[in-house]
């Protein structure tokens, strides 16, 4: 699995209960994969400036036409303030037929990449 860096947001030093939201899309088709890539990409330029974006990680397996994100948010008004964002909005309408998408969402007590990314993988290496 490729995994972009740790992107920090305007909430980077929030210490406290936070939300992390884990998505995961799987396209019908290989070719559409570096388009999608690409356009997850362009949005997490957004997240410096995004309301209660604490930090995020983007991850692919072009291979297998899977790619997604794992985020943390200081709150559920943060989340819904970028699923709301017009660039996602846009993106979901492109996307939305040409793949299946999962996700999840957990309460976390302190904001630990390392703890985070470890739920984060088990839950996205996890099929059932």
Do not use: N
């Amino acid at each position: 699995m490729l995994r972009s860096k740790w992107i920090t947001g305007p909430e980077a030093d929030f210490a406290g209960p936070a939300l992390v939201s884990v998505t995961e899309f799987t396209l019908a088709e290989l070719r559409r994969t570096p388009c999608a890539y690409r356009a997850g990409f362009t949005l997490s330029r957004e997240w410096p400036r995004l309301r209660g974006a604490v930090g995020l990680w983007l991850w692919a397996e072009p291979l297998r036409k899977r790619l997604g994100s794992v985020s943390v948010w200081r709150d559920q008004a943060g989340m819904r303030g970028f699923v709301g964002l017009p660039a996602h909005v846009a993106i979901m309408r492109e996307y939305r037929e040409l793949g299946v998408t999962r996700a999840t969402t957990w309460h976390t007590e302190d904001v630990d990449p390392h703890v985070i990314w470890a739920a984060a993988s088990r839950w996205l290496g996890d099929r059932g």
